[in-house]
């Protein structure tokens, strides 16, 4: 069954340091997301990607994220300057149209130190 | 402003009985709504979803129950067994494809 590959598993980072947290969707997707979720608490929406673009963003995903496709299979979210609050659950997720399922990866625990 | 609405916050059931998640969203543009079953360490996994033009779905022990003029959609779990025990979101998704999470409900079933 075709699922979505995050890589680390966990990190660990130093505040003020840069981290790239990498996502491969399922192949054939076009639409995909991150989200983040703290520790015990909701899910929350981060930006979505379509068609090489950014198509929208909450008010978290501020100028310290950013998102890239390099590859047309990677699906990269760059912080550039981490900070304590940022240490959460990062979730990346892909559909393939309008009215399928988004399918979820395994996460990858961000803990900024 | 919270766009989906998610209570209760904790449930704890003794198996075999129905647990009841409830759900209520702001926005009549949202046209898709799943939920979503999250264990410890694991991402948000698909259960079970349902368009606005459906009333009711069924899959297996899983029931969605909407109500369209409410903005109201809620989670049935028929026969609970302790394995159902895990985390449960609600979302709605706009037209524009973005996934609005409710706050979750942490459910425990006793065995």
């Known amino acids: 069954e075709p699922e979505v590959t995050q890589t680390p598993s966990h990190q660990v980072t130093q505040m003020g340091q840069e981290v790239i947290l990498r996502c491969v969707p399922i192949?054939?997707?076009?639409?995909f997301y991150w989200y983040r979720q703290i520790l015990g608490q909701k899910v929350e929406f981060l930006v979505s990607?379509?068609?090489?673009?950014?198509?929208?963003k909450s008010e978290i995903f501020d100028d310290q994220f950013s998102v890239e496709r390099p590859d047309g299979s990677n699906f990269t979210l760059k912080i550039r300057s981490t900070k304590l609050e940022d240490s959460a659950m990062y979730f990346c997720a892909s559909k393939g149209d309008v009215y399928t399922e988004a399918f979820f990866g395994q996460g990858t625990r961000l803990t900024v130190v | 402003q919270q766009q989906v609405k998610q209570s209760p916050q904790s449930l704890i059931v003794q198996k075999g009985g129905i647990s009841i998640i409830n759900c209520a969203y702001e926005n009549t543009a949202f046209d898709y709504f799943p939920w979503y079953q999250q264990f410890p360490g694991k991402g948000p996994a698909l259960l079970i979803a349902i368009r606005p033009d459906v009333s009711e779905k069924k899959e297996g022990r899983f029931t969605i129950s909407f109500n369209k003029s409410a903005k109201q959609f809620s989670l049935h779990i028929m026969d609970s067994q302790p394995g159902d025990s895990a985390t449960y979101f609600c979302?709605?998704?706009?037209?524009?494809?973005?996934?609005?999470f409710g706050t979750g409900t942490s459910l425990t079933v006793i065995p």
């Open positions: 979302a709605s998704i706009s037209p524009g494809n973005q996934f609005y």
């Open positions: 192949s054939n997707h076009l639409y």
């Open positions: 990607f379509y068609n090489n673009e950014i198509s929208e």
